[in-house]
């Protein structure tokens, strides 16, 4: 396995990915069913003060109420899934590893789903699912606890196990659900859509995401030392009870509040760490802030082409599995090609 | 002058029958204390309870009069480095040599830091120093048994340790990496570094000439200058095998073979 000498250097490929993110936002804020010129856009942005006079203000209440929120969450959503994949992956040794792997996602589900049934509004549904997420965590980690051992793998098949559990919640909560009103709303929500963020729902979240994210980016360099085992790390100094606390913590708040605000979208958390490890290499100091730009951009792209493919918004959800289902196998034969 | 002593030491896995008992063990820098026996009877777990890596059930580690336990992992680190043996169980290290050695910097840096260029260049001058330069870009997982095992000790030197505790450095090598390594360890020595490594070959303690430990399959332990540990009927008890040390007369050497009517003999 030689590594091939990159022919950008990382900071290059930093910059290089920023630009293109600005860009596919800014495209991003184009596309739809009601489709706005780039030259809207750019005096939306370049008149902010005057709220744009020159724009109208059907596109002035698209663009402030609609697209923007939604253009936001997609970035930071992306970011925060793959950001969380790429630690739970460096931390768990395991490359297949995801950000619901802890039941989180699930768990998070679970959470909602309780929250439509009791009748709650937005809001209420936000807190049950973060709520529902955290303790789907805190209770894979209690498992690992009560069996008494410090490994990883353990952790992991706790999470399975959880995992499996609220799926059968899930089940559970659809079965008693009202077929008119509250199964579609869950279902809908289980497949993951960024239509209903709005900039205060949004804004409720990321307060969460942003300190969370900044943390496990301070803590990048820091996950080659915890992506050894366990002896190892402990004798070049590593106190891994409570780095691995913080790291599990951090990524599983990225992902519950990633999922209270658009539902479940799988995919993104296992796909974009190996794209961007195929592009930078293992280190994850490197590899962790490229694959937050990469699944950024990435959702950005699959939210644009569920909100133009067709007259209906088509779910976040089937697209990222349709999508990354073929990506995640050329990712693999790429790195064969690559690598070996 | 850096010393680790061991007093009493005994362990014991949950549930299971003592690994060992009593074991008392001196370190002192400058010094090569070899650890011999066979396999299973607790090497490496003994030499985990002495990295301050498992709590031993009874008995104590100090270093420099401070109990192992009270240090932090850094602390403990920043004196004592641990080379881990190459083994296929080992948790794969996907990224570059460059960026598997500049890991030894972690015990210097805080949480939340990454390495300097002072840390940097000084891997550099280290990874030029064992001619690994050409290499650094390089999987770890992709270069030869020996370069990994010279990025390992790369590694360690990083950590600006005092001891080096080296679980069985020579396992995966062929005899010529075998030996350079063996006497780069004897030059670590020289220049101050305390080092502990157990074998599986008796020649290799012979070889490097300075105290020798034996751990037997009864948990007997037993400590003393190579050359009073290191003979036929000693070994042969260690190993429950016919033994012997002789010597070479060209070379006054001592080695130890097995005897081929032993080797026609075994089943």
């Known amino acids: 396995m030689i590594l091939k000498k990159p022919r950008f250097s990382y900071r290059q490929f930093l910059i290089g990915s920023g630009l293109l993110l600005l860009i596919v936002m800014f495209g991003a804020l184009s596309v739809g069913r009601y489709p706005l010129s780039f030259t809207t856009i750019s005096h939306f942005f370049l008149h902010p003060l005057q709220l744009a006079p020159a724009v109208a203000a059907t596109d002035q209440q698209i663009l402030l109420e609609l697209r923007l929120p939604r253009i936001l969450a997609a970035a930071i959503i992306g970011a925060a899934l793959a950001i969380s994949g790429t630690a739970f992956q460096a931390i768990f040794h395991n490359p297949l590893v995801s950000p619901d792997l802890l039941g989180v996602s699930n768990g998070a589900a679970a959470g909602a789903a309780l929250a439509i049934i009791l009748g709650y509004q937005a809001a209420g549904i936000q807190i049950s699912a973060f709520a529902g997420g955290l303790l789907a965590v805190l209770a894979a980690v209690s498992i690992q606890h009560f069996l008494n051992s410090r490994g990883s793998l353990t952790l992991v098949l706790a999470g399975i196990i959880i995992s499996g559990f609220m799926q059968a919640v899930i089940g559970l909560l659809k079965y008693v659900a009202d077929p008119e009103q509250q199964l579609p709303s869950i279902t809908y929500w289980q497949l993951g859509s960024l239509e209903k963020v709005t900039l205060s729902n949004l804004g409720l979240n990321v307060p969460t995401l942003l300190l969370a994210g900044i943390v496990l980016l301070a803590f990048r360099w820091r996950l080659n030392l915890l992506s050894l085992n366990q002896l190892e790390a402990t004798t070049l100094g590593a106190n891994l009870k409570l780095e691995q606390g913080i790291i599990i913590l951090c990524a599983t708040v990225l992902t519950a509040s990633a999922v209270c605000l658009s539902g479940t979208i799988g995919w993104i958390g296992l796909v974009v760490p190996h794209a961007a490890r195929l592009v930078i290499g293992q280190n994850n100091a490197k590899a962790l802030p490229l694959a937050g730009i990469f699944g950024a951009i990435f959702l950005l792209l699959l939210d644009s082409l569920a909100r133009s493919l067709s007259a209906g918004e088509i779910p976040l959800g089937i697209l990222t599995g349709f999508i990354g289902t073929p990506l995640f196998v050329w990712l693999l034969l790429k790195k064969r090609v690559t690598f070996v | ?267």
């Open chain 2, 1 to 267: 002058m850096t010393q680790l002593i061991a007093t009493d030491l005994s362990f014991h896995y949950a549930d299971t029958q003592s690994l060992f008992t009593g074991i008392n063990f001196q370190l002192h820098s400058g010094q090569i204390h070899c650890i011999l026996g066979p396999n299973g009877v607790g090497k490496s777990t003994l030499l985990n309870c002495l990295a301050g890596v498992y709590r031993p059930t009874a008995g104590t580690v100090t270093l420099n009069g401070h109990s192992l336990r009270r240090l932090s992992p850094a602390q403990r680190s920043r004196k004592i480095a641990y080379v881990p043996q190459m083994s296929s169980e080992r948790t794969p290290v996907t990224f570059s040599l460059r960026d598997y050695v500049l890991l030894g910097r972690a015990p210097h840096l805080s949480l939340l830091a990454a390495p300097t260029a002072k840390d940097r260049s000084r891997a550099e001058a280290l990874l030029a120093r064992f001619n690994l330069s050409s290499c650094a870009q390089q999987s770890y997982a992709a270069v030869s048994g020996g370069q990994q095992q010279l990025a390992s000790i790369v590694r360690a030197l990083l950590q600006e340790p005092e001891l080096i505790i080296f679980d069985e450095p020579t396992s995966a090598l062929d005899v010529a990496n075998q030996v350079r390594v063996l006497k780069l360890i004897q030059k670590l020595a020289q220049t101050g570094y305390g080092i502990v490594l157990t074998t599986h070959d008796p020649n290799q303690a012979l070889l490097l000439n300075d105290q020798v430990s034996t751990l037997a399959q009864n948990g007997q332990w037993q400590s003393g200058p190579a050359a009073k540990i290191l003979t036929s009927s000693h070994l042969s008890d260690v190993y429950q095998l016919p033994l012997n040390v002789v010597t070479l007369p060209a070379t006054q050497q001592k080695t130890c073979i097995v005897d081929q009517t032993v080797f026609r003999r075994f089943s």
